[in-house]
């Protein structure tokens, strides 16, 4: 479910789960490890890709919805452990957003160091409220940080999801290039940053990366609990079936 | 002196004080009464709009210049209840900006969960220190948040007065529209909040407003005096008569 | 190496170093006595100019190599005076930036109340990870403030310069002018703000730039430690002897 390529320093991890990359606690557990494993392991820095089409469709609902509050619990901690891997990573991460891009599958680009997102007809955003899922506040202050509080407001209490121009626009994503370019292009950010002076590139990066690490420096205990309080809730149990009945439908 | 007219859940509170709805103090309590009574009352939302051509023009600097200091103290108490009111309210609040919207018409606006200003050749901004009134740290702590802190400084230092475009660019306003569908546009904003689960929205919008919220919370009293000084000072109250004697000369 | 021109209130500091505007510990010294005697002696507005085409190359490495560990610090700690009397000075001062301004010119930048910058091939960044010097926190503050966190992370850790178009569009500076207007388009600038009513604006300015003067607040010792034990790094004067090396070369 996690393809990994070597690229001579430069190590992509290929989201491999069909078939739109949703997130289960297998798939969270592996990328997670394989970001904290990489720096041991010879990786200089990370580029984080998907299928053509679809980054990430985020977390996987019909498989969370079997859960109980044990196990609902265990995934959310599990991706928060994610989520912290690429905020406190020790090396680069390019995100390499290779098509569609809700809800968990822009959380992990917005943790990661620069944004290459493909052209054309794809959208990205955190949609949580649509589904009845209530912004988790460390995910709130990574997009306070990417694209300011004012916009951060609008797009996390909308429950948007923006087309790539606009992404770019806001400075959600860095950069935009055609699909087949999206890999290529953030494996270029990394190589760049691999050529500057380490120790100096290292301390910049952690001094201007220190307030996203900050946010995994609060207990996190209250937090899991008001998303698993509202997880079980009638509201977000029946927005989440009503989104997959729609999905359902649509898929014939 | 302010209309209401309802939408179905969504209340629009219309100011309706000739000429130019300058924000007097029966105008200021009635505003924030009327928001503060909404939840109570069936909306679920509420629209603030102006009249075609003139949102608001800020404080009634003529009815101000004839209070003494008590009277000056209650008025500013007033209006940081009347800005507090917005900030904190329970339910989403959309500015219809009708036209122009100078000094307190634009921190209304700034305070509001979201700004449809009229395009074409209106004005916006916080020109408060043209009058010679130092900038409220509440409001400059709203701008801050709005548009950043180095717009903030140079819109607030240099009292500036923007068209409506460059306030769409940097982003002072959310989205503009023919004058005679600004209305509705804030209208279908507040619709699409209240079509999503409420819970969650309520939620990520409490979360994503707290540190509106926030500014609140600080003693006021400080504040206040200061204000209160510079405006019974010579530089204040020269700049003020000025100002009336040059639109005085204007209207005939 | 410092000339002044009175343009009557406004006093123009034009940096005349041969051949770029480096800055070498006697223009350091310079600049910041001017900045900070400028009030008490009749100025009520600064300019800061260089010289057509550039202005200012940032500190005078080849200088500043020859330095022991006691004269870089005071070298260090007479550039944190110079920029802590840009962001604490009484009287606005714009940045009339005429070509251009890497490193350490970019920094005098920021830290100015307004930024003109020539239009044209002239870039302007913070490329001092380049050279293996790691960003000093109040660079890194002032950036956040100017820029917002995201465009710092960006620039800062990739030591990037930028096109003063690009400078533009994410408010690195905040207008463009043709070379030759550079420095009336500055003075125009200070011209307005001391047409306001002068209390105002200066409690104004004060509060939109306490968060600027705050980042001197810290005790100073530690950051400093940190450039200096980098500045004698191997990384560190490796890449400064290299950049030499290839100015040279480029010069003939």
Redesign the interface.
């Known amino acids: 479910m996690l393809e990994t390529i070597d690229h001579g320093p430069v190590r992509e991890l290929r989201l491999a789960r069909p078939p739109v990359n949703a997130l289960d606690t297998g798939l969270i557990a592996a990328l997670r490890a394989a970001i904290a494993g990489a720096p041991g392991t010879g990786a200089r820095a990370l580029v984080l890709s998907g299928r053509p089409g679809m980054f990430s469709a985020g977390l996987d609902v019909p498989y969370l919805l079997n859960l109980d509050r044990a196990g609902m619990t265990a995934a959310w901690e599990d991706f928060y452990g994610l989520m912290e891997a690429l905020a406190t990573s020790s090396i680069?991460i390019a995100a390499a957003i290779t098509g569609h891009s809700p809800a968990g599958g822009a959380v992990l680009a917005i943790f990661c160091?620069?944004r290459v997102m493909a052209e054309g007809d794809f959208r990205i955003g955190l949609n949580?409220?649509?589904?009845?899922?209530?912004?988790p506040?460390v995910i709130?202050g990574a997009m306070t940080?990417?694209?300011?509080?004012?916009?951060?407001?609008?797009l996390?209490?909308?429950?948007l999801m923006i087309p790539a121009a606009e992404a770019l626009a806001i400075?959600l994503v860095?950069e935009l290039a055609p699909l087949e370019q999206v890999v290529e292009r953030a494996l270029d950010f990394c190589r760049?940053?691999l050529s500057?002076?380490?120790?100096?590139?290292g301390?910049?990066?952690r001094?201007?990366?220190g307030?996203l690490a900050c946010l995994f420096e609060k207990r996190r205990e209250l937090e899991l609990d008001?998303l698993i309080d509202?997880w079980f809730?009638d509201?977000?149990q029946?927005?989440m079936r009503a989104l997959l009945a729609r999905l359902a439908e649509k898929r014939g």
Request: charged share 25%; proline share 10%; hydrophobic share 35%.
């Open positions: 680069p160091d620069y949580e409220v649509e589904v009845g899922i209530p912004m506040p709130h940080r990417q694209v300011g509080a004012r916009q951060a407001e609008r996390l209490v909308g429950g400075r860095d760049r940053l500057l002076p380490p120790l100096a590139m301390f910049t990066r001094l201007a990366r307030d008001t509202a809730s509201e977000t029946g927005a």
